[in-house]
């Protein structure tokens, strides 16, 4: 499929992967509106940035109205937005695990929720939810975290079957360690060389949207691969 003009919605746009990923479907030709809580530092004719908490369903349903209202429709959206910590539960403050969930999965549903029927309606389009490799495996002092992936996992098994049929194509991509901010907040981690390029994983995310009409990719597992040079 090409991209060129197409409306894609991403998630987490700001910083990080969606950044990348924002950048190299203006390359492409989208038309591409950014949904993030802070600025994306992107100055382009085909980028539009909304600035919301994709936790509050009432700013998604608001910022989606407006996307329809100029656009008429959305072909693509990129559930991106999400953040970790790395405790032990018992060390996990309340609030913190509500707020991710509020954002790694309620986001996911409160966007998807608005596509839906403006993609049946158009009887096309693709829903890309990116998990982690935390939604197929347990990480010891992740349980929050792997709680929430483990979620659009299975969010999104469903969808792709309930979608199926009017013509929708849902994707779980499920990375594992990106050399991104991510790590930022992670006391004794750091992004690192051994890491995968978010570049790699980007063009991952493309080559799925660019799939053609008889090709669904469902889950994606990517992980880094390095070969030590003996």
Known sequence: MNLKNKV???TGSSKGLGLIVVEQLLSEGAIVLGFSRNKTPVNHPNFTDYRLDIGNEDAVVEAFNQVIEKHKTVDFIINNAGFGSYHKLEETD???MREM??????GIFYVTKCAIPVMKKAQQGHIINISSI?????IENMSVYNGTKFAVKGMSESLYKELRPYGIK???????SISTNFFDEFEGFKASNTMMNPKDVSDSIVYCMKSSST???????IRPFNTIKK
């Open 101 to 106: 969930f509020e954002t790694n999965v309620f």
């Open 94 to 96: 309340s609030n913190l």
């Open 170 to 176: 849902v994707t779980c991509i499920l990375p594992g």
């Open 215 to 221: 090709f669904h990719p469902v889950n994606l597992e």
């Open 134 to 138: 935390a939604g197929i495996v347990g």
């Open 8 to 10: 894609a919605i991403i």
